[in-house]
């Protein structure tokens, strides 16, 4: 069976760090553009972050950038999500997705969210105290 699972998720305080995963069975990531996105209750999804296929090339939403950085192993086909000074409107569901690079319309770093192939089942991220 092909997909991929979050986890790392929790809850923290303000200020505080979480790392989440992303571990891809059944196909390996090595040929994908890995994103992470988030949902939060009442708003639409957005990209957080995204990565190229050997980790060379990274991009972040404004608002996470400074506070989170993306990663991969790809020797684990795992890719991490690594956050930093949360706050309150970093809660969310966090979601992981894979980009087959293959494909002409994939981007080497970030694409659209319609074009990620996989998608994890999210992992929820709270921001309290």
């Known amino acids: 069976q092909l997909q991929l699972v979050e986890s790392g998720g929790g809850l923290v305080q303000p200020g505080g760090s979480l790392r989440l995963s992303c571990a891809a069975s059944g196909f390996t990531l090595d040929y994908y553009a890995i994103g992470w996105f988030r949902q939060a209750p009442g708003k639409e999804r957005e990209g957080v972050s995204c990565?190229?296929?050997?980790?060379?090339?990274?991009n972040y939403a404004d608002s996470v950038k400074g506070r989170f950085a993306i990663s991969r192993d790809n020797a684990k086909n795992t890719v991490y999500l690594q956050m930093n000074s949360l706050k309150p409107e970093d809660t969310a569901i966090y979601y992981c997705?894979?980009?087959?690079?293959?494909?002409?319309?994939?981007?080497?770093?970030?694409?659209?969210?319609?074009?990620?192939?996989?998608w994890g089942q999210g992992t929820q991220v709270t921001v309290s105290s």
């Open positions: 997705a894979a980009a087959y690079l293959g494909r002409p319309t994939v981007q080497a770093m970030c694409s659209p969210p319609y074009e990620y192939d996989y």
């Open positions: 990565i190229s296929r050997r980790g060379g090339s990274t």
